[in-house]
């Protein structure tokens, strides 16, 4: 009974509630974009002190838009902080391109924490957030309700939301998105049709849930212009009884993707495997696409069948959530960031290549599974992904990373 049934804004509401308006969207876009909630809560938000400037050392967008290395490059998994660090305190900036404050852009992050965000929260006013756990799995306390989030699914954190990370373990670590304009959205299915990859009924928004609780020298850290702010608050910002509208987060299970691919012989492009996206300009030029190569059949025919050489337009960032076939000592672990850059040259390890050459017709042809524990993603930009100086000189960076793929031979035969 706490939401208005028939207004939005009534005098009087029950339980004597403030109604409170986010938008995300510009209020003329279109009602397919158009992007809003309401909150009603037991304080308004705009109850704090004045916010005051929060430097974060490895948090900030402070590459050079410039400077863009063609050379691949890694990184291994990041490893666990040392002094008590929350998920705020624990985010690095690997890199991006563009700008907040043009509205076009987006930049890549990497998080490890050891600590629950405590009398903390914070809000994202320059784009929507998308996280990725790769270890370690996190209560999202939204305004708009609690989340659980891990390994092997994802959340999104609409801009402007406030958001307080829990940790369920005594430690965290994953990759966030960030897309700076359009919201992400499912992308369009195409010839597939109206079923199969990612289905809207398996993203699922929280339910209102608040605590009435004054907590003297609570945090908002503010997020705004790719700078820190931090004001103080005298309760919890977890108030809001009830909600309503699209402006939410939400969590995806992975497992819930139905991959689509070839059956009989050659790829698919990547696009299939497409979870969600942020788009950009024209179709399928978009800021972010997160892409996820789902546990599946690949029963293709006298075909090369691991992904074979090639040089994209867009910018590839990858990263390892688990995968149990990988061989201990090997470049590829749980928890690794690799990075393409438009249109430099790649493919498989070079002992891959002879391996699947190797292999008789039959041995080659038999329907394989990829193992249902395999979870590996990409993040697509068509925008030059800039590094950050944190993530050029960062000790995990893994040096020689344009050689672990190893020398790839020759077998032409001249006629
Ligand atoms: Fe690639």
């Known amino acids: 009974g706490a939401l208005p049934r028939h207004q939005n804004t009534p005098r ?13 969207t510009g209020f003329m876009a279109d009602r397919h974009h158009n992007r809003r909630v309401w909150l009603y809560r037991i304080r308004p938000s705009a109850s704090h002190t004045p916010f005051e400037p929060a430097p974060h050392p490895t948090f900030r967008a402070d590459w050079a838009p410039g400077e863009v290395d063609p050379n691949l490059a890694g990184w291994s998994a990041l490893p666990a902080p040392e002094a008590p660090t929350d998920f705020i305190d624990g985010i690095a900036t690997l890199g991006g391109q563009g700008s907040p404050a043009l509205r076009r852009g987006f930049a890549i992050h990497l998080y490890a924490a050891n600590r629950s965000m405590e009398r903390r929260a914070f809000y994202d006013a320059d784009g929507d957030l998308l996280i990725i756990p790769q270890d370690g799995s996190l209560t999202l306390q939204t305004e708009l309700g609690v989340l659980d989030v891990g390994p092997g699914q994802i959340a999104i954190v609409p801009r402007g939301l406030k958001l307080a990370v829990h940790l369920a373990s005594g430690f965290a670590r994953g990759w966030i998105g960030e897309a700076y304009g359009r919201s992400f959205e499912l992308p369009a299915r195409g010839v597939v049709g109206s079923n199969g990859t990612s289905d809207p009924r398996h993203f699922r928004a929280p339910r209102a849930w608040f605590e ?18 931090e004001a103080r608050l005298d309760h919890s910002p977890f108030d809001v009884v009830a909600w309503h509208g699209e402006h939410a987060p939400y969590v995806y299970d992975l497992a819930d993707f139905s991959p689509v691919g070839n059956t009989r012989f050659d790829h698919p492009d990547p696009s299939v495997h497409v979870v969600i996206g942020a788009p950009m300009d024209e179709a399928g030029a978009d800021t972010l ?71 008789t017709d039959a041995a080659a042809d038999r329907p394989a599974r990829i193992p249902d524990a395999s979870a590996w993603f990409q993040l697509e930009t068509m925008l030059p992904l800039s590094l950050t100086p944190w993530a050029r000189s960062a000790a995990h960076r893994i040096d020689g990373w344009p050689h672990v793929w190893g020398a790839y031979r020759e077998h032409f035969e001249a006629p």
């Not at 690949?298 to 076939?325: K, M, W, Y």
């Not at 590829?332 to 393409?340: D, E, R």
């Open 12 to 24: 009087k509401t029950t339980y004597g509630l403030h109604p409170e308006l986010v938008s995300g």
């Open 212 to 229: 009435d609780r004054v907590v003297p020298g609570y945090r908002l850290t503010a997020k705004l212009g790719n700078a820190l702010h």
């Open 289 to 359: 696409d997160f892409g996820f190569f789902p546990p599946r059949w690949d029963p293709s025919e006298h075909t090369f069948r691991p992904p074979f050489f090639h040089r994209n337009a867009v910018t590839e960032l990858n990263g390892i959530i688990s995968d149990p076939s990988l061989r201990a000592g090997g470049p590829f672990a749980p928890g690794v960031t690799f990075l393409t850059p438009s249109m430099t040259a790649h493919g498989v390890l070079a002992r891959a290549v002879e391996s699947h050459l190797r292999k």
